[in-house]
């Protein structure tokens, strides 16, 4: 019986998701051992059972945070996917400034803003610090890389697919 595969990207630039292509034909090999039941090219609207779960990017908003939990409470393994995930990485650059200000310059001050008024209902709302996931819910595996290699994520998939636990060492991990 097949495995269960989601991935989800967050608060991230989507370069974890094009290694995961980077897999190439490889993506026929796990396609044997599990069935993509969601993932950022899947429209579908809840949060599947999972068997592993992929995710990417940090923890931005409030609806990054509620997805997460839900992710989470459905997932039976759940893997933070890439440096922002693990970190919260660049998309924590914004701890720098409160969230108020990194709205009014995004919004109000740059040309090309449509009336100078922040959104309220068209963005999901920012937390005041972005956030790793393991901030939010625990996390089973840590995948480093910006973007993890595709080598690193098939070793990873092929383990977990076959209830094995990856090894994660320096022989096999490196930070961005």
């Known amino acids: 019986m ?5 991935t989800v990207w967050l608060g991230g630039c989507s370069g974890c998701h094009m290694s995961f292509l980077d897999l190439d034909e490889r ?6 051992w ?3 039941v969601k993932c950022p090219l899947v429209d ?3 949060f599947p059972e999972a068997d592993v779960v992929l ?3 940090a923890v931005a908003n409030a609806e990054h945070e509620e997805e997460l939990v839900t992710i989470r409470a459905r997932a039976k393994v759940l893997v933070a996917f890439g440096d922002c995930a693990v970190t919260a990485n660049v998309a924590s650059l914004r701890n720098a400034w409160p969230k108020e200000t990194v709205l009014r310059r995004s919004y109000v001050e740059v040309p ?3 009336n100078g008024l922040v959104p ?3 963005i999901a709302r920012l937390i005041d610090r972005v956030r790793p996931l393991h901030e939010v ?3 089973d595996y840590y995948l480093p890389g910006c973007p993890p290699s595709a080598d690193l994520i098939h070793y990873v998939l092929v383990e977990l697919l076959h209830d094995r636990v990856p090894v994660l060492d320096e022989a096999r991990v490196k930070f961005g």
């Not at 097949?2 to 989601?6: D, F, G, Q």
């Not at 993506?27 to 044997?32: M, P, Q, V």
């Open 44 to 46: 579908q609207k809840e």
């Open 27 to 32: 993506l026929l090999e796990i396609a044997r």
């Open 2 to 6: 097949k495995k269960k595969l989601a």
């Open 55 to 57: 995710v990417e990017g």
């Open 137 to 139: 819910v625990r996390v």
């Open 120 to 122: 309220t209902e068209e």
């Open 112 to 114: 090309g803003t449509v």
């Open 34 to 36: 599990a069935e993509v």
